[in-house]
């Protein structure tokens, strides 16, 4: 198994742009959630699914999006870069909400010029 | 605001030495989750307590709650090199699996 896999790794946009953060997990866990991480921030919730069809809203929603079209998917869309978006982020995964551990993706460098 | 915060922030100590951080928290939970951090890499689970439980081990780590105090410890006893990393306490406030961290203590164990 390859647990959760993020891609790309490294990523340069410049303000205004779009893209999408992919993660995908073949552990067939029902929850996924996004964090980003920053210096003396520790993680921050942006977006979490507890299955296929249903997404909510984390500590640090703005300037996302998510969908969960499928069990193994999370995609994350920032729509216009930012520079306060400059971060490095975290997919994760667990088999249940607030009982099971977490498993992390490697994480994706995002830098916004 | 975070619901979980470690201290001390960062902690540097010899090689076969103990290293005990510590987390407090804000509201009532279920279960509070410790996780350690490589530098460049993503958090690996390291050990989870239930609000029932006092106390749990796992190898060389000895994790407390206390949640008439709202704090939890994480003991690493006999320290290596290969310790260095942050170690982040999490916890689920509300119990709808927003897993929420705390800042994180780095751990440096010199050699």
């Known amino acids: 198994n390859a647990g959760v896999t993020q891609t790309p790794k490294f990523q340069v946009l410049k303000t205004g742009q779009s893209m999408t953060l992919q993660c995908a997990q073949d552990?067939?866990?029902?929850?996924m959630s996004w964090y980003r991480q920053d210096p003396g921030m520790g993680l921050r919730l942006i977006h979490y699914s507890v299955g296929a069809g249903i997404t909510d809203q984390g500590e640090v929603p703005n300037g996302y999006n998510v969908s969960r079209s499928t069990t193994e998917d999370f995609p994350l869309r920032l729509l216009s870069a930012a520079p306060s978006q400059t971060s490095v982020y975290f997919c994760?995964?667990?088999?249940?909400?607030?009982?099971?551990?977490?498993?992390f993706g490697s994480g994706t460098q995002l830098s916004v010029l | 605001s975070q619901q979980g915060e470690e201290d001390p922030q960062a902690l540097s100590i010899q090689e076969g030495e103990n290293a005990t951080m510590n987390c407090s928290y804000k509201?009532?939970?279920?279960?509070l989750q410790w996780y350690r951090q490589n530098s460049g890499r993503g958090l690996v689970h390291l050990i989870l307590?239930?609000?029932?439980?006092r106390e749990k081990h796992s190898g060389r780590l000895r994790v407390t709650l206390d949640t008439s105090k709202k704090s939890s410890s994480l003991l690493i006893t006999a320290s290596r090199a290969a310790d260095t990393a942050s170690y982040f306490c999490a916890t689920d406030p509300s119990n709808t699996g927003k897993l929420i961290f705390g800042q994180g203590t780095t751990l440096q164990v010199k050699p």
């Open positions: 307590i239930r609000s029932n439980e």
């Open positions: 552990m067939n866990h029902e929850y």
């Open positions: 994760a995964s667990s088999a249940d909400r607030g009982d099971e551990k977490l498993f």
């Open positions: 509201t009532s939970i279920n279960n």
